[in-house]
């Protein structure tokens, strides 16, 4: 199984992005999906998570900014980045939970927010 994460790129403050993740290969059935993102220097951190029966959590610092959905049909996850700050620069990630096994991550898209 890989995660192909996409749509990251360069954007200024105030500005928007949205992120996909989306899985290959033989995965049975996905609980939870997650975003988290890593700045340099920082440790990396839970973004945003989505369980299978739709329940979402946001870090405090993206409340209210950022919407995660997924797309079950296609075991994908979204991640709409509205209102975005120079602080939301970072590499993103996506992490995909199965029922049974290790969760699975994929390589990270980069966003950076600048003027």
């Known amino acids: 199984v890989q995660l192909q994460a996409s749509g990251g790129g360069l954007v200024q403050p105030g500005g928007f992005l949205r992120l996909s993740c989306a899985a290959s290969g033989s995965i049975f059935s996905i609980n939870a999906m997650n975003w988290y993102r890593q700045a340099p220097g920082n440790k990396r951190e839970l973004v945003a998570r989505?369980?299978?029966?739709?329940?979402?959590n946001y870090a405090d610092s993206v409340k209210g900014r950022f919407t995660i959905s997924r797309d079950n049909a296609e075991n994908t996850a979204y991640l709409q980045m509205n209102s975005l700050k120079l602080e939301d620069t970072a590499v993103y990630y996506c992490?995909?939970?199965?029922?049974?096994?290790?969760?699975?991550w994929g390589e990270g898209t980069l966003v950076t927010v600048s003027s």
């Open positions: 989505i369980t299978s029966s739709g329940s979402t």
């Open positions: 992490k995909f939970e199965p029922r049974v096994g290790m969760p699975y």
